[in-house]
Nanobody, 126 residues
Framework: QVQLVESGGGSVQAGGSLRLSCAAS????????MGWFRQAPGKELEFVAA????????AYADSVKGRFTISRDHAKNTVYLQMNSLKPEDTAVYYC???????????????????WGQGTQVTVSS
């Protein structure tokens, strides 16, 4: 059974940092792309960042460019999202997901993702 488990969420003041982790189990996703999405209360799911299988190619939403960094560790079957200079508008539930299609080119479209985690809450106070 495939499972993605996010961790690292929490509450932080504006300007602070958090690092989210997403551990995959049940199979190896070494040839898959990985991505992070988020959903704020009352809003639609939003793409945040994605990384291809090798880690050499990444993609970011304009709203997080220069502040967030996505990376992955194949040995641990884990993807990370380092979030710096956090803003109140970053408050949301963050989800990680895998994309077979995103193995070569990072994908920003929700429909291209196959498996999803349960989400982790990030709250940024002003």
């Amino acid at each position: 059974q495939v499972q993605l488990v996010e961790s690292g969420g929490g509450s932080v003041q504006a300007g602070g940092s958090l690092r989210l982790s997403c551990a995959a189990s049940g199979r190896t996703f070494s040839s898959y792309g990985m991505g992070w999405f988020r959903q704020a209360p009352g809003k639609e799911l939003e793409f945040v960042a994605a990384i291809n299988w090798g880690g050499a190619r990444t993609a970011y939403a304009d709203s997080v460019k220069g502040r967030f960094t996505i990376s992955r560790d194949h040995a641990k079957n884990t993807v990370y999202l380092q979030m710096n200079s956090l803003k109140p508008e970053d408050t949301a539930v963050y989800y990680c997901a895998t994309s077979r299609r995103g193995g070569l080119v990072p994908q920003s479209t929700e429909s291209t993702y196959d498996y999803w985690g349960q989400g982790t809450q990030v709250t940024v106070s002003s």
